[in-house]
């Protein structure tokens, strides 16, 4: 029960953070984390895509589900923990 | 914002702002979200307080084809399509066609990303121009890294650069301007227009002169190197290249009438371009979806849909021609004439093109102006003026007379038209949407007319009451003009009566509905008739008193009246003219009510078994907009029962009165058609109007005929047959034309 609570509050902790998505077919997904469930499903809002080799090419799409299986990488945007303040 | 935990400590409630100052990086949870996660149980969800599954249907699944753009294979490898690649002539004026094609289809509020977008060529230059719009059009070209401008010689590559891509920005040019004129509307996006760009801007910065100006010089170069080309193809490219240059000018220029030129201009064009289709050569691979995995799209990815040329020539003919006919408004002839033509522009087929109808609301109403030169408060008073007849207070100058009641007065009456301004602008513009929302907007605008009629009875007892008007003896006691109240009331009668109407037309009505329509049609147009005969009293009685004759002579006592006002002469002759129009709907709506109270009596039409509605549920559900209307007042559903009971008449009875119904309908019709244009205030739309009457007379003849075939038929084979009754829209849209036709087979 405690590691369940804990595990919510982890991912809770994640919400409507910047998140990056790396997918199964190499695009990558920039958006705001604002759902996920028990098979790594994630609802991302306001995505942009690009491709990892343009990423000067992304576009706009919007509210966005990557099924986790899709999934290879997932990225939450933090401060850098060793920078110096 | 959760508690936070031993890894967050250093982000949990820390703002955005301070973010910004120290270095950012990507922490890669991959691990942690599946030991989180594997923590959940089925179906639950970790999601903000704010996000709901309902806010989730619109989202995109990634990697599932159907909704995901960026699976869709682009335009890259070995069989990639080079856009850069020179090509035939007959190749360029296929792909002429084909883009003109694909922006007609645009047109047809089709989405930019099923049409003009799916280009290659398209994507090529609005791909570079979107990156830095400001930077012009002049680096943008088909040419490749690195390879200098041809020389202006007869050859592929000069082809493609002084003639292919002129067309291509010009093009999109026109697509801007266009986009330009249908936002300035008020039509319904994906119904009428479809006006996104995907990110994309269609070179919105770029000079119009300066792809004018490239135009030109791509008819010079084809004038100048038909050693290249043969003459056949040079006059091909040469009419589309022209076509493109005067349908350019006349989506661009501001002048009106510099438009309706270049619209006449483009229409020759039009007809040269079509008569060389056949020497086009199409490249159907230089069009592909694979330019939606590049568009800023929130959408699923969709079908190209590019109509074919042929029908995107008659499109654009249809176009052209239409536009000119909105010149004709351009001379103000009364505000009347106008309403009519814009009734009239309404229900012309097809239906006009979602640019033409933008359009024809930009030029009705320019910057508060109506057609740019009338102020919105005199163009009421004409309307007034035309229906109601002289009133010396209905006006927007001061008052001669300064005293303070006629001051007050005069205020009044300003107030009123401040506050109709805007219902009497919607009531025109109103006519440019599609039928269906027609028929919605005329509802919200009848509850707008019912409270102005509230507010405009106020105003006019306090008028009459200020400048101590005398009441008019009538049969019926003493009655007043009431002049705005009754112009109002006679707009949202004639809204009521359209709202049902256009019931009909959208076939909204279940057939056992039709005689409650046409019966409640009937009661409307009822009142209406005794509302025109009581305007036409008022404005035939004397304005002044009677004046004794000078000569003191014992022979000639009798005082001579003034004659009319021209204006009142005028508005007479219109009421009665409407008067006239509103008994012939009235028999031809009681001919049909009494046809279709038969038709029921026999068995021909029955309300479903299976209905679980009581009847009079069914009633004030279908009469919903005119439930909270306060005049004329609704009539409950037990009165409709009673008024209507046929149940002591048999349908041979019914019909034989049908019959003379519709015989008195046609003469009411026909001579309310030859009444002159100028009585009618047809002026702006005669051809229409003719023809619309001439489609309703047939329409009441045929249903006269279908009544007595019915009446003729034996009882016995109506009800053993299993037959219903079809509507048809054969003549008029209004006034379907019934027949017998069988049960729609079960599939």
Known sequence: ?85 | MAMPTAANDVTAGVSQISLGRAPLIWHDATTELLQATSELKLGQLVKDDSFSLYDSIGALEIMDAKMDSGLIPPNEGPDAFDVCKPMLPEEVVGLMDQLLAAEMSWHTATSLSQTVFTSLHVEHILSQYSKNPHAGISHITYLRDGEAAPESSGSPEALMHYVFRPYVLALIKCVDYARERMLQGQLYEDEDVSTMTFGWSPLEYAQCEEVLTLLDAANKWLEEHNEYLTDKIAQALQSRIALRWAFLVALSTPSIAESITAFQICLEHVEDASKTRFLAKEVPKAFSMSVQRTLASQIPPRQMMIRSVDDAYAYLERVCSDMRGLMVISEYVSGTDLFNYFQAFAVRRPVASGYVRASLQVFFLQELRVLGKITLQQFMVDLITEFAGVHHHVSVNAPEDASEQAVRAHQLVQDFLQKAAIPTVDLFRVFCHNRARLRRNMIKMLYEFDALQVEAEAIDAEILTLLNQQPLQTERGPSHPYPLSSWVYHNKLQLMETIILLGFELELYQPYEWSLMYWYLDYILDVHRHHLERTTVHISAPKTAPKLSSKKSKKNKKPTLPPMHPSDASALAFVESLHLQTVGYGHLSRGCFRLTAALTKLGLISRPERSKLAESTWYNLRLKPFLRIGAPEFVPFNDFKSVTNVDRVDATALLEVTQDYFAQAKKSIELFTKLPIDVKRTSLCETLHKASCSDLLRSCVANSVFSQVVRKMPTSTIAASGKVIKAEAKYHAWFQTLSIGDKAKKV
Request: aromatic share 8%; net charge negative.
């Open chain 1, 1 to 85: 029960m405690a590691t369940e609570e804990a595990a919510v509050q982890k991912l809770q902790s994640w919400l409507n953070k910047k998140t990056r998505v790396h997918a199964s077919d190499g695009r990558i997904f920039d958006g705001k984390f604002v759902c996920v469930d028990r098979d790594q499903n994630v609802i991302l809002a306001d995505t942009d895509e690009y491709r990892i080799e343009k990423p000067e090419e992304k576009r706009f799409m919007g509210l966005v589900v990557v099924p986790g299986k899709h999934i290879t990488k997932f990225e939450i945007q933090q401060l850098d923990p060793d920078a110096k303040a």
